[in-house]
């Protein structure tokens, strides 16, 4: 599975991006997909994750209720809805698809490039 992300950009706090992620293969639908995020001089950390099925997501703490994740197996995309932005989610974006349900990055076989967005107040 080959990942590419897009959509990120320079918004002020409070406002909304929606990032994407195209995958390549005719097995996507197979792979649990999620966004991670690296801000400067930190560990990635999990945002989010959604199952193969897009049924079942789970969120980390800090985006619940802010950020939405989604999927569409018919396009092989994956995307990420982020609203009321804040300054802490300054961050490059990743994209990541791995065949179970885990939020440890180095558990993630597949990785995009990744998507900066930055936050300003």
């Known amino acids: 599975v080959q990942l590419q992300a897009s959509g990120g950009g320079l918004v002020q706090a409070g406002d909304s991006l929606r990032l994407s992620c195209a995958a390549s293969?005719?097995?996507?639908?197979?792979?649990?997909m999620a966004w991670f995020r690296q801000a400067p001089g930190k560990e990635r950390e999990f945002v989010a994750r959604?199952?193969?099925?897009?049924?079942?997501?789970r969120y980390a703490e800090s985006v619940k209720g802010r950020f939405t994740i989604s999927r569409d197996n018919a396009k092989n995309t994956v995307n990420l809805q982020m609203n009321n932005l804040k300054p802490e989610d300054t961050a490059v974006y990743y994209c990541?698809?791995?065949?179970?349900?885990?939020?440890?990055?180095?558990?993630?076989?597949?990785w995009g490039q990744g998507t900066l967005v930055t936050v300003s107040s």
């Open positions: 990541a698809a791995d065949r179970s349900m885990n939020e440890d990055a180095a558990r993630y076989d597949y």
């Open positions: 959604i199952s193969a099925s897009g049924l079942t997501t």
């Open positions: 293969g005719r097995t996507f639908g197979r792979y649990v």
